[in-house]
């Protein structure tokens, strides 16, 4: 018998990473909003590359369980300006993370720091790792299986 050790929490955002990594991909070339997704104790921390975005473009929307990050990078050039390379990409650019049912969308915190922008995602009490008590055979009725 193989017991493994399976989180469903980050077992579904892999899915739906991997899902919208692909779907993204194929539209645009490659990511345009890199992101990494780290699950902690109490709290899910997602980190998007914004790089030459000015923070007031960010917006970060909550609805029904869809995470939405949206930001414009924009330039402007002179009129007697003559462009010979752009490889930056401008625009907007938008990022949907489907949320698990066991994160706060109430308690979500964003902030904007060189480049990178940190969304905080409390994970909800019912869904934290907690210890079990073992109780000893002696004071308690015993557990069968």
Do not use: C, W
Not at 34 to 40: A, K, N
Not at 42 to 62: H, K, Q
Not at 115 to 139: D, F, N, S
């Amino acid at each position: 018998m193989l017991l493994t050790s399976i989180d469903p929490f980050v077992q579904e955002f892999e899915r739906q990473f991997d899902r919208l990594s692909r779907q993204f991909a194929g539209q645009a070339g490659g990511s345009v909003m890199p992101m990494d997704g780290i699950r902690r104790k109490d709290e899910v921390v997602l980190r998007f590359d914004v790089p030459g975005i000015d923070p007031d473009s960010i917006e970060v929307t909550v609805d029904r369980g869809v995470l939405s990050v949206s930001a414009r990078r924009e330039e402007e050039f002179g009129e007697d300006d003559r462009v010979f390379v752009r490889e930056r990409m401008m625009g907007t650019f938008t990022r949907r993370v489907y949320l698990s049912e066991h994160l706060d969308a109430n308690g979500i915190e964003a902030a904007y720091n060189n480049g990178v922008l940190a969304v905080r995602i409390p994970v909800l009490e019912r869904a934290r790792p907690r210890k079990v008590e073992v109780q000893r055979a002696e004071t308690h009725k015993s557990i069968t299986g």
